[in-house]
């Protein structure tokens, strides 16, 4: 049965950090392409950053570039994101997503409709 199970999210101050994780189940994870996206309330839910199978690329939104950073353990099953520099306006549920089948290509990383797995979401709060 395939699971995707994030954790890692919860309240914090403007400017502090935060570290997400999403551990997989149920599929072979060594070769999807991972990433994370974000819904804040009232809004559509947007891509967030990603990272290809081998950990060869990774691709970010710019309203996260040099602040987030997405990375994977395959032996874990375990991908990650990284964020530092939270503004209140990074408040969301963040959901993990899974693309199973082996890519050599980034071009679509960002479209929700690449990933065919997601998580139930974790939520973060940034408080100013």
């Known amino acids: 049965q395939v699971q995707l199970v994030e954790s890692g999210g919860g309240l914090v101050q403007a400017g502090g950090s935060l570290k997400l994780s999403c551990a997989a189940f149920?599929?072979?994870?060594?070769?999807?392409?991972m990433g994370w996206f974000r819904q804040a309330p009232g809004k559509e839910r947007e891509f967030v950053a990603a990272i290809m199978w081998n950990g060869g690329g990774t691709y970010y939104s710019d309203s996260v570039k040099g602040r987030f950073t997405i990375s994977r353990d395959n032996a874990k099953n375990t991908v990650y994101l990284q964020m530092n520099s939270l503004k209140p306006e990074d408040t969301a549920v963040y959901y993990c997503?899974?693309?199973?089948?082996?890519?050599?290509?980034?071009?679509?990383?960002?479209?929700?409709?690449?990933?065919?797995?997601w998580g139930q979401g974790t939520q973060v709060t940034v408080s100013s």
């Open positions: 149920g599929f072979t994870f060594n070769s999807a392409t």
């Open positions: 997503a899974a693309d199973p089948v082996r890519r050599f290509t980034t071009v679509t990383m960002n479209r929700p409709e690449r990933y065919t797995y």
